[in-house]
């Protein structure tokens, strides 16, 4: 069974610190994302990686940035975390193609306070 | 212009109802289309996918895509509670990189 893990289902730090947000994938997938979920705004898209080192900007990289290392292994970190930041984070996988689905992970519901 | 509209409703229906959820897009590149559902405090699922037009059936599930029209639905016939859920559009390119491109989402409710 495909498995898509996120570090903490819920989290709260206060204005300015630095948080990481982990995902971890066990399917040996070539690409990983991140995207944030806000009421009425949908998904969207914040970095994405296709491989290990590379990343590219989403529709909203503005105030993130990401790290792989690993291949299974994909971070977001918010260098200065700020209340606008407030959101469901999610992860999601897939393999290298198109037309493949994206396998997402539980979302981790971040409170800046 | 949005490269994807989705009406983010929300809509509510009695069970046995058939649901219609729709979304549009702008972007002629788009090769794959795609449903997620997405239920409360989880992560989005794989729903349909299909990538040319014309309709795809999966039991109570119907995935219409109307590419001239730019127009893609989701039909639920007799809808359950089991159904209350947000239905999220998505599209590919046809990228390597496996990016997709969402709708808002619909957030649906089929009340008993």
């Known amino acids: 069974d495909v498995k898509v893990t996120q570090s903490s289902r819920y989290l709260v730090k206060r204005t300015g610190e630095k948080v990481f947000l982990e995902c971890v994938q066990d399917m040996d997938h070539e690409n990983m994302f991140w995207y944030r979920q806000d009421p009425g705004l949908g998904l969207r898209l914040i970095y994405f990686s296709y491989d290990v080192k590379m990343k590219e900007k989403g529709d909203i990289p503005e105030g993130y940035s990401v790290s792989r290392e690993k291949k299974e292994r994909f971070s977001l970190i918010l260098e200065s975390a700020s209340t606008n930041q407030t959101s469901m984070y999610l992860c999601?996988?897939?393999?290298?193609?198109?037309?493949?689905?994206?396998?997402f992970g539980p979302g981790t519901r971040l409170t800046v306070l | 212009q949005k490269e994807v509209e989705q009406d983010p409703g929300p809509l509510s229906v009695p069970e046995g109802a058939i649901v219609s959820l729709n979304c549009t897009y702008s972007?002629?590149?788009?090769?794959?289309f795609m449903w997620y559902r997405q239920y409360s405090r989880k992560g989005p699922e794989l729903l349909m996918y299909?990538?040319?037009?014309g309709n795809k059936e999966d039991g109570r599930f119907t995935a219409q895509v109307d590419k001239s029209s730019k127009y893609i639905s989701l039909f639920i016939r007799d809808s359950q509670p089991s159904d209350s859920a947000t239905y999220l559009c998505?599209?590919?390119?046809?990228?390597?990189?496996?990016?997709?491109?969402f709708g808002r989402g619909t957030q649906l409710t089929v009340w008993p």
């Open positions: 999601a996988s897939t393999i290298s193609g198109s037309g493949n689905e994206q396998f």
């Open positions: 972007n002629s590149a788009f090769q794959y």
């Open positions: 299909t990538y040319s037009s």
């Open positions: 998505a599209f590919d390119r046809g990228s390597t990189l496996g990016r997709l491109y």
